[in-house]
């Protein structure tokens, strides 16, 4: 799995291309040549990015899902919506396709902020709002996600 570090703001062209951060692709050195998937977002309106390994175990999960289930089926044709393969090109860009672009409300001005295991692609402005809040409600937040978790990582 990977651990992937980095919050950076970055531009997008005219054709939907942004220059990949020279950090995340230290990170990702080993997944660059696989690619990636790009996908809508299941809570906000921003992208999610997997390197394509990661990718691959988030659709195993999927396709474990009972398909005679119709609740099962209707979450995976909206949880697959939009999903497309993405590279870099020989300089380094990524290009984002227009369909997403416009689901996400990309302008020009972009955030590309980790998640753990994948990668968000935010319209700046977007991402500011999302994490913008107060400290005493996070506090809370913290407490309520995390509070009763082991201290010790499981292997």
């Not at 409600?137 to 201290?151: C, N, P, Q, S, W």
Request: aromatic share 10%; glycine share 4%.
């Amino acid at each position: 799995m990977s651990n992937i570090i980095g919050t950076y703001e970055c531009k997008v062209d005219v054709k939907g291309r942004l220059m990949f951060p020279v950090a995340f692709k230290g990170q990702l050195e080993k997944s660059l040549s696989n690619g990636f998937v790009i996908k809508r977002s299941i809570f906000r309106k921003c992208l999610e990015l997997y390197p394509f390994e990661e990718w691959d175990l988030e659709s195993k999960r999927i396709n474990n899902l009972n398909r005679f289930v119709k609740k099962n089926v209707d979450f995976i044709r909206k949880f697959m919506a939009g999903v497309k393969t993405v590279e870099l090109d020989v300089t380094g860009r990524l290009l984002i396709p227009k369909d997403l672009i416009h689901y996400a409300n990309i302008k020009k001005e972009i955030v590309l902020a980790s998640v753990v295991n994948k990668i968000e692609i935010w319209d700046k402005s977007e991402y500011e709002k999302a994490v913008d809040y107060d400290s005493d409600e996070f506090a809370d937040l913290a407490e309520e996600v995390m509070g009763d978790i082991e201290t010790e990582p499981k292997s």
